[in-house]
């Protein structure tokens, strides 16, 4: 079992910058691949970011690369979230999850572990 616990959220103007954090427990972290989920207007669940278990070549979705990092400390069990230029169409609340295959997949299904959300909201 792996529990996953997201921070950083908040109220931010558009143009600013939010980091959210996911501290894991109960399993080895480092055997984990690592993705950010946020909710559609329509309640679906559409990934932002996500890492391997070695944390090379992650992925971005088209709305988000270039402006969002994903990053991770082993050694602290956690997972990162670099959200910068942020828009007002990035609000949503915002999951962490984990896949114990240590492999990245694009649909929620995919992850086994999931916290419960932090909220970003970005005004206008």
């Known amino acids: 079992q792996v529990q996953l616990v997201e921070s950083g959220g908040g109220l931010v103007q558009a143009g600013g910058s939010l980091r959210l954090s996911c501290a894991a427990s109960?399993?080895?972290?480092?055997?984990?691949?690592m993705g950010w989920f946020r909710r559609t207007p329509a309640k679906e669940r559409e990934l932002v970011a996500a890492?391997?278990?070695?944390?090379?070549?992650?992925y971005y979705a088209d709305s988000v690369r270039g402006r969002f990092t994903i990053s991770r400390d082993n050694a602290k069990n956690t997972v990162y979230l670099q959200m910068n230029s942020l828009k007002p169409e990035d609000t949503s609340v915002y999951y962490c999850?984990?896949?114990?295959?240590?492999?990245?997949?694009?649909?929620?299904?995919?992850?086994?572990?999931w916290g419960q959300g932090t909220q970003v909201t970005v005004s206008s």
């Open positions: 999850a984990a896949n114990h295959f240590g492999l990245i997949g694009t649909s929620g299904a995919q992850y086994q572990y």
């Open positions: 890492n391997d278990w070695s944390g090379r070549s992650p």
């Open positions: 109960g399993r080895t972290f480092s055997s984990l691949a």
